[in-house]
């Protein structure tokens, strides 16, 4: 079962993914903030402890996609941060594992 740090990188990804050639047409669109306001929501409960998450905004109804897709990579960029530091440690701690198995050999 995916966690929900997981869950919200994922969605991060395909949400930047799929704005960017939209933002690239029509970067001062109006966008509803709903949306994004309960995306970010989320991605404060997932990653509570990065700043980066924690001190973003919500956005209102005057944000345009340009702006809204700025905010999407920032989350997007501070959620893989999280993961790779996640990939390094579970690393770390697998050879930590494997050196004390190898020392009581």
Known sequence: MTDLREEVRQS???IVENMKSMAEKTPNAAVDADDFNAL?????????????VQEMKTVDGGTNLGTLLLKVSIL???AKAD???????????????YRGEQRRR
Do not use: H, S
């Open 12 to 14: 991060l990804d395909w």
């Open 83 to 97: 993961w790779a530091q996640r990939v390094i440690e579970a690393n770390e701690e697998a050879d930590r594992r």
């Open 76 to 78: 997007q960029g501070a």
């Open 40 to 52: 970010l929501a989320r991605a404060k409960r997932a990653f509570p402890n990065l700043p980066t």
